[in-house]
């Protein structure tokens, strides 16, 4: 069964090798890239706070290099817009004029009505984080800030209006391992997530999924929370062994997070 996909997403390398993993398993028509809008220099009290900011994202954009270098260009055809720019209404309409099965979601700002309302029960999305444990901004790095590493992974859930707070299709966990440092995590979530998405998005035009509505409040990050001293216990807790603490109790660990699996009902 060939599935009609609609991509929106932004325009890192992350979210193009995204755009071009679903192209390689769906038929992706049409790709929709949003500006980013983050500026986390922005959080900088001082010169020394800037200096650790700009070797956390200088770091991150290397890591993404490594691991998806290949995604310079995408595989579809593709529009680039402003921030917040899949809420408008024209963009809607192209969207609608391309008559998808799905529309998968990664990396946007927030989607609204009436983009929400046009494709109800279609939109799958990427949320890197474990929700609800972990919704909003930065779902990766506040558990590693926190020393929790059986936190990170993605889940796979359809939008709703609130924030992260969707029906879960999925959860994932990245492959840990050994010398990691907080980008080789987020990086293995999103290959991790990447395939989740795509086998949901097979499976719910085949059969339409139900999700599971998520309970419990959970963590919620904003922009304005994240900081230098935030990204400084970052590091010290990878200094400080937390990634070999954390793989020597694995499975205790990851027991203690309940997560939800991709359920295929028969059609």
Known sequence: ??????????????????ANAMAAKLDVVGVWQEEKSFEPLRYAANAADEAE???????????EEAYFSAHA????????????????????EGIRQARPDVVLVFGTGLLKRPLLDAFAGRLLNIHLGLSPYYRGAGTNFWPLVHREPEFCGATIHFLDEGVDT???IAHVRPDIRRGDGPHDIGNRTIVAAAEMLAEAAAAHAASPLRGVPQTGPGRVYARKDFSADAVRRLYANFAGG??????????????????????VRAS
């Open 53 to 63: 900011i700009v070797r956390h994202f200088d770091a991150r954009d290397a890591s």
């Open 73 to 92: 260009q995408l595989q579809a055809a593709s529009r680039r817009l402003p921030p917040g720019g899949c809420n408008h209404p024209a963009v809607v």
């Open 242 to 263: 937390m990634i070999d603490a954390y793989l020597g109790d694995r499975a205790s660990r990851d027991a203690r997070v309940p997560l939800v699996r991709l359920e």
């Open 1 to 18: 069964m060939s599935v009609r996909a609609v991509v929106l997403t932004s325009t890192m390398l992350r979210h193009q090798f995204v």
């Open 166 to 168: 969707g029906p879960i």
